[in-house]
């Protein structure tokens, strides 16, 4: 039975497709470290129950190693393909693209995902490597293997490595964002070159970094509109046309983060999270290749 709830706004993309705001993640919680053939089922059954709450936005990676799993989920969730929006990224097997995509799609049980994303700028300080990747990724949305085509931890200068050979320009920056975590500067840079931003790690605040600055004022938000602190985290990205990434293995809980889709922060609002989380700084992935301080 379909879930009754808000549904989930969907942001135009510069390439012409649009992206559903708000999606569940099989990264994080799921990664696996170990063998990748070792089938995770309550990732298959965690999949699922999002899926049954309308969570049609399910972004995954061939690092994740949990490909697999997602294609499972969906293909046992009964939900028609061209409902979902399905991600995945390449970066393990980066020196080959095609190749890396079709092992994805096969895993995936897929002819297509809907983005495609390299999921990190660290296999090269290159730029004509970059520029080379990058027109690969443009074949195979050429080729109808992938919808729209994208990066994840891309900052400011290797962007502009891109821009500078690109026929299709990147249409989503997925990058670690939260109260501590703002990316200002790369978040102008964004909306200068039309590129849309994905949170990753938007609870990261009151998950690894709790007890900071913006503890307050999540929590008094989170009672003048009777949902949690982490649905204002959601609610935050949302505002500001961020995409957050969330998940959990609980039913219930993907269930209540449905409710930062029943409010809107005004905009004081938003400035008051700013302001409290530039007071304090932690980056919570990709440390030992950012550096804990770096703010970008």
């Given amino acids: 039975m379909a879930q009754i709830h808000t549904p989930i706004p969907n942001l135009k993309l510069n390439d012409g497709n649009s992206i559903p705001m708000l999606a569940y993640g099989t990264g994080t919680a799921w990664y696996k470290t170990g063998d990748e053939s070792q089938i995770d089922q309550a990732c298959i059954d965690s999949t699922k129950v999002a899926i049954g709450l309308e969570y049609h936005h399910i972004d995954g990676a061939e690092v994740y190693k949990t490909e697999t799993e997602l294609g499972t989920a969906i293909k046992q969730s009964g939900v028609a393909r061209e409902k979902l929006f399905v991600t995945t990224k390449v970066l393990p097997n980066i020196a080959d693209i095609p190749s890396a995509l079709k092992t994805s799609l096969k895993k995936l049980q897929m002819e297509y995902v809907d983005l495609y994303l390299i999921h990190a700028p660290f296999f090269s300080d290159n730029k004509e490597e970059h520029q080379q990747k990058w027109k690969q990724m443009e074949e195979m949305k050429a080729q109808g293997l992938v919808k729209t085509i994208g990066v994840s931890n891309y900052l400011p200068e290797q962007l502009d490595w891109i821009f500078e050979t690109c026929k299709t320009p990147p249409a989503i920056n997925q990058i670690e964002f939260h109260p501590y975590l703002q990316h200002v500067d790369l978040l102008k840079y964004h909306k200068e070159k039309g590129i849309a931003t994905q949170a990753y790690g938007p609870l990261t605040s009151i998950t690894k970094a709790a007890n900071g600055p913006v503890d307050d004022i999540l929590q008094s938000l989170a009672r003048k ?50 302001e409290l989380g530039a007071k304090h700084h932690y980056r919570g992935f990709w440390t030992h290749k950012f550096g804990p301080d770096d703010r970008q």
Avoid: H, M
Wanted: glycine share 4%.
């Fill in 225 to 274: 509109y009777a949902v949690s602190p982490g649905e204002i985290c959601l609610r935050w990205c949302i505002d500001q046309d961020v995409i957050p990434i969330t998940t959990s293995g609980k039913e219930q809980r993907l269930s209540d983060y449905l409710r930062a889709l029943t409010f809107k922060l005004t905009p004081k609002e938003i400035s008051q999270i700013n």
